[in-house]
């Protein structure tokens, strides 16, 4: 029997490096095997699910890195090569697993799960001898108990009207915002939405629990435009409640609503222009534990169909026994698994939001719960309307000493669609943290539709810095509310040309044939296309084509032979974010 991947989707998983000891129980010793595994009472018949992490992908690595289109998707490509400054589309972790080590474990019986090229590991069910079997293959390195969370979440619907506090916004804006006036106005959206940014030409992924919902009315526009859908609960693409699922609940339809819901009068979101792809990866049912694979099959399933932005409203921190739980000790961007994958979302071009958790302030320690410590991930915290930080948002420093939250948005009392298939009114939720990432990550959306090859870390950066506590930060509200409006300011800044920002030089030799050299100078970073026009101003070739640079003096050597040009006089004009700077002369002679 040959593994083969299921059609709908590609699976993955995340690993932890945790130290191999031995399993209790299995004749003789094995290194391979983790030690947390020995508490497990198995027999041949009992399964359980494990993590097995393989040795190597293969011979053809170097192969495969140089030819990516082999296995990434024209849209995650596409994003890499605006995001990622760097030569290389591919790292080692986008290399598929080697399928002749996944064909050997299926052939012993072993169902697989959910296969992992970002870490080279498949999580499968396994009894005792499966365990033996394949501890005992050259190509297995260890082998781990797939940990399962403890995950009950609090009540969503709230009997409260939102106009019970007066609009805090008096300009009158093209779009009625109704009752969610508030919530947009105290992040500055309706100011973006009356320039155009409304999330256009944006791929949002949101990673969440049930959506129970969505045939809602406000989400009708993101319908249209039509929505990938995966359940990884239940192993189908329905993401809805129904007889016999797994993971009923409404929080996905409440959490998607507050990022896209568009039903002018009633409630406008931020990224109501963009298009969806929905992940169930929690299952609601309190006497199920949620497992970690999930969130982290579904951050790999967004990276494959190029989503942009991650928008996930959900925090783990205490495991089901008797496996041992994160503390706030584990807090330190590099423990826990799910942590670990987020950062790894974001070394793909990812946008990854996460909300900060609910667990309130400890004035000893953070209160944050995985993956709110990571790196690269924008970790959002809740406010009131009266800007106050609210008293449940969990706050840090993280264990290493990071400030988290990074900024805050309203998460009390925030308008939303009403949970319930059919149900087409509005409600308010109060659930915290889960409501104020959602609106971060519409605002994400919406920077990106005014400059679309803005990286995670300049989105990161520019949110920060125009927050409301930017130039105090710390661990209570981070950098402080964040101001789309500003933000917006920002990135036209960055777009807008001054005189002496870029310099371009004569090329050298000049006269040439058929080596030249490009020089140019850059007094702050930009993406810098050299672009050759004949005489008559068309255009020839382009010697760079919207490629980023760093600050200080730039040099690029190109030979033309193979250019299919003639003798005669060319013209080179440098750009910097798509506005001409200066053109120059240069002579071929042949």
């Not at 960055?494 to 005189?499: A, H, I, K, Q, R």
Request: proline share 4%; net charge neutral; aromatic share 10%.
């Amino acid at each position: 029997m040959k593994f083969r991947f299921p059609k709908n989707i590609n699976f993955y998983l995340v690993v932890c490096g945790i130290t191999s000891f031995i399993f209790s129980g299995i004749s003789g010793f094995n290194p391979k095997v983790d030690t947390s595994l020995i508490n497990r009472a198995l027999n041949d018949e009992t399964e359980i699910l494990v993590w097995i992490y393989l040795s190597d992908k293969g011979e053809d690595v170097k192969f495969k890195l140089n030819n990516p289109g082999f296995y990434l998707t024209k849209k995650s490509i596409e994003r890499r090569l605006k995001k990622i400054k760097s030569n290389r589309i591919a790292d080692y972790n986008d290399v598929p697993v080697n399928y002749i080590y996944l064909n050997e474990l299926v052939s012993t019986g072993i169902k697989i799960r959910h296969v992992s090229k970002w870490f080279n590991a498949v999580s499968c069910y396994v009894n005792r001898n499966q365990i033996e079997t394949a501890a005992g293959k050259n190509f297995v390195m260890r082998i781990e108990p797939v940990r399962k969370y403890k995950k009950v979440l609090p009540n969503v619907n709230l009997d409260f009207s939102p106009n019970q506090f007066p609009l805090i916004q008096e300009k009158v804006s093209a779009i009625n915002y109704g009752p969610s006036l508030n919530q947009n106005a105290l992040i500055a959206v309706p100011q973006v939405h009356d320039k155009g940014f409304m999330g256009q030409g944006v791929l949002i992924a949101s990673l969440d629990a049930g959506f129970d919902n969505l045939a809602h009315n406000c989400f009708d526009k993101i319908r249209e435009k039509g929505l990938r859908t995966y359940d990884f609960v239940n192993g189908d693409t329905i993401v809805a409640d129904g007889k016999g699922r797994l993971g009923q609940g409404a929080h996905g339809t409440i959490t998607l609503s507050l990022v896209c819901g568009y039903d002018e009068g009633d409630l406008v979101s931020p990224a109501f222009e963009s298009q969806f792809i929905l992940a169930k990866t929690e299952n609601t049912e309190s006497e199920t534990p949620v497992e970690e694979d999930n969130w982290v099959a579904a951050a790999e399933w967004a990276d494959s169909l190029g989503a942009d932005v991650i928008t996930s409203s959900l925090g783990y921190l205490q495991f089901q026994e008797p496996y041992p739980s994160y503390t706030w000790q584990s807090m330190n961007g590099s423990t826990a698994l799910i942590t670990r994958a987020a950062d790894l979302a974001v070394s793909k071009g990812i946008v990854v939001v996460i909300s900060a958790g609910n667990d309130g302030l400890n004035t000893e320690h953070n209160t944050l719960s995985a993956p709110a410590d990571g790196f690269n991930v924008i970790t959002v915290g809740s406010v009131n309307y009266t800007k106050f930080r609210s008293s449940f948002s969990s706050v840090g420093p993280t264990v290493d000493g990071r400030i988290k939250p990074d900024v805050m948005a309203l998460g009390q009392f925030n308008y939303c669609a009403k949970s319930g298939n059919g149900n087409l009114g509005y409600t308010s939720s109060n659930t915290g943290t889960s409501l104020a990432c959602p609106m971060v990550a519409g605002v994400c959306a919406m920077l990106l539709s005014a400059k679309s090859d803005l990286t995670p870390a300049q989105i990161t950066e520019i949110l920060k810095t125009t927050a409301d506590s930017s130039s105090r930060p710390g661990n209570l509200r981070g950098w402080g509310i964040i101001n789309a409006e500003l933000a917006l300011q920002k990135i036209e800044e960055m777009n807008t040309v001054l005189p002496g920002d870029f310099i371009l030089e004569q090329n050298y030799p000049n006269p040439f044939n058929p080596v030249t050299n490009f020089k140019f100078e850059l007094k702050k970073e930009a993406n810098i296309s050299i672009v050759l026009h004949d005489i008559a101003g068309r255009e020839i070739l382009k010697i760079a084509d919207n490629v980023f640079y760093t600050t200080g003096i730039k040099e690029i050597k190109h030979n033309l032979s193979g250019d299919g040009m003639s003798s005669g006089v060319y013209f080179f004009s440098l750009l910097a974010n798509g506005t001409a700077v200066d053109t120059k002369k240069l002579v071929l002679l042949k």
